[in-house]
């Protein structure tokens, strides 16, 4: 009976002791190694640019902080060559110079150039020359805590609209200038702009990078998620309900979705509230539908589509979007929802 | 006498082939053992820190777990001094902010994040909470982003 015995009670006891050792690590590093995952597929920065908040999710192979550096350099560069606070910019100098011509680069050619598009197909309601407009209701210095707020008056109106209008803009091969003393504000589509430059560069770099671009709620695809799957990206409640935050869900592998609404920046005076999209006819802010979400292949298109949803007429927006290529969700005042023929279809998940 | 009784019974049982389907559920067993405790093995934990930004940089760092109000001191828009801006609060692994000195107080509006993905933003004070973690949601039950 001794223990060298293959068929002892000592041994075989060691034997099964020491298989059942053997086997507990292996099935713990196993289920260590397949269960749980411990680098994320997907990196997200978050900061504020544009005057709101940004975030970009990248999902790349290689070096994603390399990519997402060099997208937030982009979102940089696009902020500086095109905001309306920026007074060495080429913005600034095109809106100086006036009637006398501007020499500009061919992406701001572009940019001009697809905007007055954009306001031609949408009626004027998107407009990129509302810049009196907009200094005369303060909506440029609605970050600053000491500017004092108030409702302008009906002839201040009037004056700033006389100045006021896409259709003075002229473009030529590689001038531009503006009639009329009109200034351009590109803050109706200069996000969407920059977000499509954000995903261009990722695309650039990586072209099997996925994620999206979110700035200030206006969200681009850079790919589907894990590949192939849908973002699942929600609508926002235009006013604060209990228990409610989302109005909708949409599924979307690409493109670019954006959201107008009465809710972002606003002044209130005795309880009147005085918000930031501004109709070019009235020269006040729009009335009627109190958020507009539209889908476009791009995010510059959907932006400005979302502008053009707040202020045209619903029937109208329903009417055209889809031709214009984009799909529209709008909510009025009640908080019902309307939406255009294509939109249902996002809100379902491809199987 | 006792030992070999014990000894004899032993050895008719290591000769029985129901000897080694006991094997077999001793090793099924540690397998769903080594599957449960797998899970007990504490892994680094993914949200229990929020992290405060200010102008690009972060300014603060508290765990989620500690209950408490804590006055945070964003960039002041004029310049000068360096006022207190906000006052952070964090209960039952919710964080928000108050007293906000901004004008529309959106930050405030933002209401209470818990889990990784959320963010408080006060722009004109360049404010960013957020809880550090993984973002991208698998299950499908909540959006990984919102349009608004």
Same mark, same amino acid.
């Given at each position: 009976?001794?223990?060298s015995?293959?068929?002892?009670?000592?041994?075989?006891q060691?034997r099964?002791?020491f298989?059942?050792?053997l086997?507990?690590?292996?099935?713990?590093?196993?289920?260590?190694?397949?269960?749980?995952k411990?680098?994320?597929p997907?990196t997200?920065k978050d900061?504020?640019?544009m005057g709101?908040?940004m975030?970009?999710?990248?999902?790349a192979?290689?070096?994603p902080?390399t990519?997402i550096?060099?997208?937030m350099?982009?979102v940089?560069?696009?902020e500086?060559k095109?905001?309306f606070h920026?007074?060495e910019?080429?913005l600034?100098?095109i809106?100086?110079n006036g009637e006398?011509?501007?020499?500009?680069?061919?992406?701001?050619r572009?940019?001009l150039?697809?905007?007055?598009? $954009?306001?031609? /197909?949408? *009626? +004027?309601a998107?407009?990129?020359?509302?810049?009196r407009?907009?200094?005369?209701?303060?909506? &440029?210095q609605?970050?600053?805590d000491?500017?004092v707020?108030?409702?302008?008056?009906?002839e201040?109106i009037?004056?700033?609209l006389k100045a006021?209008?896409?259709?003075n803009?002229?473009?030529q091969?590689?001038?531009?200038?503006l009639?009329n003393?009109a200034l351009?504000d $590109?803050g109706? /589509?200069? *996000? +969407?702009?920059a977000i499509d430059?954000?995903?261009?560069v990722?695309r650039?770099?990586?072209? &099997?990078?996925t994620g999206?671009?979110d700035?200030?709620g206006d969200?681009?695809?850079?790919?589907p998620?894990f590949?192939?799957a849908?973002?699942?990206i929600?609508?926002q409640?235009?006013?604060?309900i209990e228990?409610?935050?989302l109005?909708a869900s949409?599924?979307m592998k690409?493109?670019?979705i954006a959201t107008?609404?009465?809710?972002q920046?606003?002044y209130?005076i005795?309880g009147q509230?005085?918000?930031h999209?501004?109709?070019a006819e009235?020269?006040?802010p729009s009335?009627?539908?109190?958020?507009a979400?539209?889908?476009?292949?791009?995010?510059?298109?959907a932006d400005?589509?979302?502008t053009?949803?707040m202020?045209?007429?619903?029937?109208y927006?329903?009417?055209?979007l889809?031709r214009?290529?984009?799909?529209?969700l709008?909510?009025d005042?009640?908080?019902?929802?309307?939406?255009t023929?294509?939109?249902?279809s996002?809100?379902?998940?491809?199987p | 006498?006792?030992?070999?009784?014990?000894?004899n019974?032993?050895?008719?049982?290591?000769?029985?082939?129901l000897m080694?389907?006991?094997?077999?559920?001793v090793?099924?067993g540690v397998?769903?053992?080594?599957f449960?405790l797998?899970?007990l093995?504490?892994?680094?934990q993914?949200?229990?820190?929020?992290?405060?930004e200010?102008d690009?940089r972060e300014?603060?760092r508290?765990?989620?777990?500690?209950d408490g109000?804590?006055?945070i001191r964003g960039c002041h828009p004029?310049?000068?001094?360096n006022?207190?801006?906000?006052?952070?609060?964090i209960r039952?692994?919710q964080v928000y902010?108050?007293?906000a000195?901004?004008?529309?107080?959106?930050?405030?509006?933002?209401?209470k994040?818990?889990?990784?993905?959320q963010?408080i933003?006060?722009?004109p004070?360049?404010?960013l909470i957020?809880?550090?973690?993984?973002q991208?949601n698998?299950?499908?039950?909540?959006p990984d982003?919102?349009t608004?």
């Amino acid at each position: 009976m001794s223990s060298s015995d293959p068929d002892s009670p000592v041994t075989l006891q060691k034997r099964v002791w020491f298989y059942a050792l053997l086997i507990l690590i292996f099935a713990v590093a196993v289920f260590l190694l397949l269960f749980r995952k411990n680098t994320p597929p997907y990196t997200t920065k978050d900061a504020i640019r544009m005057g709101t908040y940004m975030r970009i999710c990248l999902g790349a192979e290689k070096n994603p902080h390399t990519l997402i550096d060099a997208m937030m350099r982009e979102v940089t560069r696009v902020e500086n060559k095109y905001s309306f606070h920026n007074e060495e910019n080429i913005l600034a100098e095109i809106n100086r110079n006036g009637e006398n011509w501007t020499y500009v680069d061919e992406e701001t050619r572009f940019i001009l150039e697809r905007s007055y598009e $954009l306001a031609l /197909i949408t *009626k +004027g309601a998107f407009d990129p020359a509302l810049g009196r407009l907009t200094k005369l209701w303060g909506f &440029d210095q609605i970050d600053k805590d000491d500017f004092v707020f108030r409702v302008p008056t009906p002839e201040e109106i009037e004056t700033a609209l006389k100045a006021s209008g896409y259709r003075n803009l002229e473009i030529q091969e590689d001038t531009v200038r503006l009639k009329n003393g009109a200034l351009l504000d $590109l803050g109706g /589509i200069v *996000k +969407g702009y920059a977000i499509d430059r954000c995903v261009q560069v990722a695309r650039e770099l990586d072209p &099997d990078a996925t994620g999206y671009v979110d700035i200030g709620g206006d969200i681009g695809i850079i790919g589907p998620k894990f590949g192939g799957a849908d973002w699942i990206i929600g609508v926002q409640s235009p006013r604060e309900i209990e228990g409610v935050s989302l109005m909708a869900s949409v599924f979307m592998k690409t493109g670019g979705i954006a959201t107008s609404g009465d809710y972002q920046r606003y002044y209130e005076i005795e309880g009147q509230r005085y918000h930031h999209i501004l109709n070019a006819e009235t020269g006040k802010p729009s009335t009627g539908t109190v958020s507009a979400t539209v889908i476009a292949q791009n995010s510059m298109d959907a932006d400005a589509f979302a502008t053009a949803g707040m202020i045209l007429d619903e029937d109208y927006v329903l009417q055209i979007l889809p031709r214009l290529g984009g799909q529209a969700l709008l909510i009025d005042p009640k908080l019902s929802k309307r939406s255009t023929d294509g939109w249902a279809s996002f809100e379902k998940n491809d199987p | 006498m006792a030992m070999d009784n014990r000894s004899n019974f032993f050895k008719k049982i290591s000769a029985r082939p129901l000897m080694r389907k006991n094997d077999l559920l001793v090793i099924g067993g540690v397998f769903v053992l080594s599957f449960a405790l797998s899970f007990l093995i504490p892994q680094h934990q993914t949200a229990s820190i929020v992290i405060v930004e200010v102008d690009g940089r972060e300014a603060y760092r508290f765990s989620i777990q500690k209950d408490g109000e804590y006055p945070i001191r964003g960039c002041h828009p004029v310049g000068g001094t360096n006022p207190v801006s906000h006052t952070l609060h964090i209960r039952d692994g919710q964080v928000y902010v108050e007293d906000a000195q901004c004008r529309d107080k959106l930050c405030e509006k933002m209401g209470k994040i818990d889990h990784p993905g959320q963010i408080i933003v006060c722009v004109p004070y360049k404010v960013l909470i957020r809880i550090e973690g993984y973002q991208v949601n698998e299950n499908g039950a909540s959006p990984d982003a919102v349009t608004r």
